[in-house]
């Protein structure tokens, strides 16, 4: 399928966004720890919902109460996301000894990446509403998209990085078996399984396990990394959570709204009298396929 100047200008955006937060995410975790990289990662269905409001993509309408849950699990979420970077508190299961803590520097930085990681997230998706009304063909699109981010990211490499040959080596045997774990099941692997429990029970069923990862990274970060938890990440962790939680009911609540909209007006046009004196004798169920082998046993009759 051919790409045309503005499909391609689109996709090279979202493609930048996407190299973006792949910089942003990889140095904050660095700088910071699993646990809150994953758990800062629940930010983006917040702060989408933010940036779609600013620009005119969400409504949000201040006499309805899905609008004000979806402002309050934002602001909530937020609220979690600078609890995490900024306030870590006192411990409360310290690692080995021989664990390295962060400082206090790097932790405040690695949370600002993760935090700017959530942004370019949030500009992937709001990027989507423009680039599939312009390219159709998703296969296509996600090969280009991934090329394009290839690209993108060996630049950012070259300008970024002072040792740029040295980068691409590998250090020890252990790095390629990451690197193909990465590829084929944390970005392959896990595409298609969102994919397929989309397609299965929408969108929102699941999303709304996806908080359970920052829990189960945790649980093993703290077990085999030997991290340390402190009050500061797990209230902010719990915050983004809760916040999460209420955007995706308002979400929820919008999308009722709308189908009820959808059947009440499919409903008045179907019973809008077209003739003076109609007689319905349509007992359709829900139940029943929508093509019956006896399509005479439901008419509708003038």
Same mark, same amino acid.
């Given at each position: 399928?051919a790409v045309?100047a503005?499909?391609f200008a689109?996709?090279?955006?979202?493609?930048?966004a996407?190299a973006?937060?792949q910089y942003?995410y990889?140095?904050g975790?660095?700088?910071?720890?699993?646990s809150?990289?994953?758990a800062t990662?629940n930010l983006?269905?917040?702060i989408?919902f933010a940036?779609?409001?600013?620009i005119?993509?969400e409504?949000? =309408?201040?006499?309805?109460s899905r609008s004000w849950?979806?402002?309050a699990?934002t602001?909530?979420?937020?609220?979690g996301?600078?609890a995490?970077a900024?306030f870590k508190?006192?411990k409360l299961?310290?690692?080995?000894?021989?664990a390295a803590a962060?400082?206090d =520097?790097d932790?405040?930085?690695?949370?600002i990446?993760?935090i700017?990681?959530a942004f370019c997230v949030?500009?992937?998706?709001?990027?989507? !509403?423009?680039?599939?009304r312009s390219?159709? =063909?998703?296969l296509s699109l996600?090969?280009w998209?991934?090329?394009?981010?290839?690209?993108q990211?060996a630049v950012?490499a070259?300008?970024?990085e002072?040792?740029y040959l040295?980068?691409w080596?590998l250090?020890?045997?252990?790095?390629?078996?990451c690197?193909?774990y990465?590829g084929?099941?944390?970005?392959?692997a896990?595409?298609?399984l969102?994919?397929w429990?989309?397609?299965?029970k929408?969108?929102?069923?699941?999303a709304i396990?996806?908080p359970?990862?920052?829990?189960?990274?945790?649980?093993?970060?703290t077990?085999f990394?030997?991290?340390?938890?402190?009050?500061?990440s797990i209230?902010g962790?719990?915050?983004?959570?809760i916040?999460l939680? !209420?955007?995706?009911?308002?979400k929820?609540? =919008?999308?009722?709204s709308?189908r009820?909209t959808?059947?009440?007006?499919?409903s008045?046009m179907?019973l809008?009298?077209?003739?003076?004196?109609?007689?319905?004798?349509c007992?359709?169920?829900?139940s029943?396929?929508?093509?019956?082998?006896n399509?005479n046993?439901?008419?509708?009759?003038?």
């Amino acid at each position: 399928m051919a790409v045309g100047a503005r499909a391609f200008a689109l996709l090279f955006a979202a493609s930048l966004a996407c190299a973006t937060g792949q910089y942003f995410y990889f140095q904050g975790l660095q700088l910071a720890s699993p646990s809150m990289a994953r758990a800062t990662t629940n930010l983006a269905p917040g702060i989408t919902f933010a940036i779609a409001a600013v620009i005119g993509l969400e409504k949000v =309408d201040l006499r309805s109460s899905r609008s004000w849950a979806k402002i309050a699990g934002t602001v909530v979420c937020l609220a979690g996301a600078i609890a995490m970077a900024f306030f870590k508190g006192p411990k409360l299961l310290s690692g080995l000894p021989f664990a390295a803590a962060a400082a206090d =520097d790097d932790w405040v930085k690695g949370g600002i990446y993760l935090i700017g990681t959530a942004f370019c997230v949030s500009m992937w998706y709001i990027l989507q !509403v423009p680039v599939c009304r312009s390219y159709l =063909d998703p296969l296509s699109l996600a090969t280009w998209m991934s090329f394009l981010a290839t690209l993108q990211c060996a630049v950012m490499a070259f300008f970024l990085e002072s040792n740029y040959l040295e980068i691409w080596k590998l250090a020890s045997v252990w790095e390629l078996p990451c690197i193909l774990y990465a590829g084929v099941f944390a970005s392959g692997a896990n595409f298609f399984l969102q994919s397929w429990c989309i397609s299965v029970k929408g969108p929102l069923y699941s999303a709304i396990f996806t908080p359970l990862s920052a829990v189960i990274t945790t649980v093993l970060s703290t077990i085999f990394l030997h991290e340390e938890l402190h009050i500061g990440s797990i209230l902010g962790a719990t915050a983004i959570i809760i916040g999460l939680y !209420v955007v995706l009911w308002g979400k929820a609540e =919008d999308v009722k709204s709308e189908r009820l909209t959808m059947q009440s007006n499919n409903s008045k046009m179907i019973l809008e009298p077209e003739c003076t004196g109609v007689k319905f004798e349509c007992g359709t169920s829900l139940s029943a396929p929508l093509l019956s082998k006896n399509t005479n046993d439901n008419t509708c009759t003038c």
